[in-house]
């Protein structure tokens, strides 16, 4: 994957989406390669297809979200249904796959399936891309900062840094819950397992 690609795909993204959604993209970039030369250096440039692919359908309104899935025959459960909000790592992993099929694998698209909710048997992958969407640098909200400092500091004296990792997921989803019961909304179920899903992995290596 040459930077003349990248460039290709940076300018095809910020097509599809404003602005704003377009430097919080940049911004996931940035992120995932500080997280992938940690941990998975190999994987550096899918990380990096996948931060730029992974809000392609972020911006379209719920209805079209829905329509689209009814549409294309992608199966929607009722919680999907009533919380659309959701549904762009969906439409958006279906984007990818067919509009940027020479750029996409099987594990990129999971990642950007995933990206929203988290869901259970994580990849290492995966990981990476959700906490990049959340602590990528443009992001300043208070939690969004205290977790992108502590996450890098603590990554200095870390005895196992994929515990670390694990760790500092989790703690984003349990972030993640706590916003969305402050206003009233209801926790995904996918939520919840990938939060069951990494105490496992994290009571595996206690």
Do not use: N
Request: proline share 4%; glycine share 6%; hydrophobic share 40%.
């Amino acid at each position: 994957m040459t930077e003349e690609r990248f460039l290709k795909l940076r300018l095809a993204v910020s097509k599809k989406i404003g602005s704003r959604r377009f430097s919080h993209t940049l911004g996931v970039e940035t992120a995932i390669i500080e997280l992938g030369e940690r941990y998975l250096p190999g994987d550096l440039p899918r990380l990096r297809v996948a931060a730029l692919l992974h809000d392609v359908t972020k911006e379209w309104p719920p209805e079209e979200q829905i329509a689209f899935c009814e549409r294309r025959g992608i199966a929607l459960s009722e919680e999907e249904r009533r919380a659309p909000r959701i549904l762009h790592a969906k439409t958006g992993a279906y984007i990818a796959e067919r509009e940027f099929s020479p750029y996409v694998d099987k594990g990129i698209l999971q990642a950007i399936a995933l990206h929203t909710t988290g869901g259970r048997d994580m990849a290492v992958f995966d990981e990476l891309l959700y906490l990049a969407d959340y602590i990528e640098p443009t992001r300043t909200y208070a939690d969004c900062v205290a977790l992108r400092q502590d996450f890098f500091e603590g990554y200095k004296t870390a005895e196992d840094p994929l515990r670390h990792l694990h760790a500092t997921v989790k703690r984003a989803l349990l972030m993640t819950v706590e916003d969305i019961r402050r206003v009233g909304g209801s926790v995904c179920s996918a939520t919840m397992e990938a939060i069951a899903f990494l105490d496992k992995k994290l009571s595996r290596k206690s």
